[in-house]
DNA sequence: TTAATACCGAGTAATTTAATAGGGATTAAA
DNA sequence: TTTAATCCCTATTAAATTACTCGGTATTAA
């Protein structure tokens, strides 16, 4: 019941992305050496985030990524579902319809128990856009006395 | 961002034994065969519950497996920690203080995203009581005109 | 004494994760 | 027009985890 490091790292790198998104794209190297990540992992993880719609690639030199969207459009939700899959608990169809049907969907009592946490878990997500996340590291850095320039790396 | 089949199995044994329980012990063979599930698996899943103290063993012929607490104390939240450990979505000090403190926790920013996730999760499990899948489980075989003898085996 | 049961630890094949590696395509700028 | 910076794509791989199996020991009711 663990996130990979795709979410994880994903995530921190979209959050990188929209606090240090200026006129220019910023180039992936960039967020990979601020956030500690491999350029080689993070653009199979970014892959799945452009796919998904959520950033967009200007490609040469001076290329980059920008963000697809405002970042107040943009839920932690879409960004984990781009990066992990569903967040639901179990492969269900109930939950999910492109599963193939369960055999004993008629008497499955779990079923209940896999949609509550799977809405508890998705609504969670949803509820919380890029745009808070922005502010708020804009907030602590700000706190902590950071500049941009030398912002540490992060490990959660 | 799964659930094992540790949790899966597990949840559906401890629910077989609920409905299942009278005046005797429940043998784990007789669950394993009505869940499909192999005995020698099984009993590192309810060892794990008999750890966390959910379930009680007789040992011995006619043993067997009884719950430890009345059905109505038991929360699904219990149950499914026991057999999978925390149900957080990351290994973070800020929601399981038995992990080493982050080295840049005062500049994080996912950490409150963990924290809603987290939160939302335990409080789902934690809002389902054993005794409320007993009723439901009774409910839909009842429906379902099957009887105890005859309950057909459960995939999800 | 026997059979039914719980208890215990080691081993293992398959899968997934978390990367690494290396080359190709595109484009701004020198 | 060349070069360097950048995105793009696929293959490979070591380590960890999952989902078991296997074989034995201990206990106790009948």
Redesign the interface.
């Known amino acids: ?3 990979t490091t795709r ?2 790292y994903g ?2 790198a979209v ?1 990188d992305l929209a606090v240090n998104n200026g006129d220019e794209a910023v180039a992936l190297s960039q967020i990979a050496e601020r956030q500690g990540i491999s350029v080689n992992y993070l653009e199979q993880l970014i892959a799945k985030l452009k796919k998904a719609g959520i950033v967009d690639s200007i490609r040469g030199a001076q290329g980059g990524y920008v963000l697809a969207m405002p970042s107040e459009e943009i839920s ?1 939700g879409d960004i984990l579902r781009a990066l ?2 569903d ?6 169809h109930e939950l999910n319809s492109n599963e193939t049907p ?13 949609k ?2 799977s ?3 998705n ?3 949803d ?2 856009m890029l745009s808070d ?1 922005v502010a ?2 804009k907030r ?2 700000a706190e ?1 006395g ?1 500049t941009q320039a030398n ?6």
Chains 1, 2 share one sequence.
């Not at 967040?87 to 269900?92: F, I, K, Q, R, S």
């Not at 369960?102 to 896999?114: F, L, M, Q, R």
């Not at 912002?151 to 959660?156: F, L, M, R, T, V």
């Open positions: 019941m663990k996130l979410g994880r995530l921190r959050i932690v992990e899959g967040l639901n608990p179990v492969d269900c369960c055999s004993n969907s008629d008497i499955c009592v779990t079923k209940y128990v896999w509550r946490i809405d508890s878990i609504d969670a997500v509820g919380i996340l708020e590291s602590v850095q902590a950071i912002q540490s790396k992060q490990i959660c």
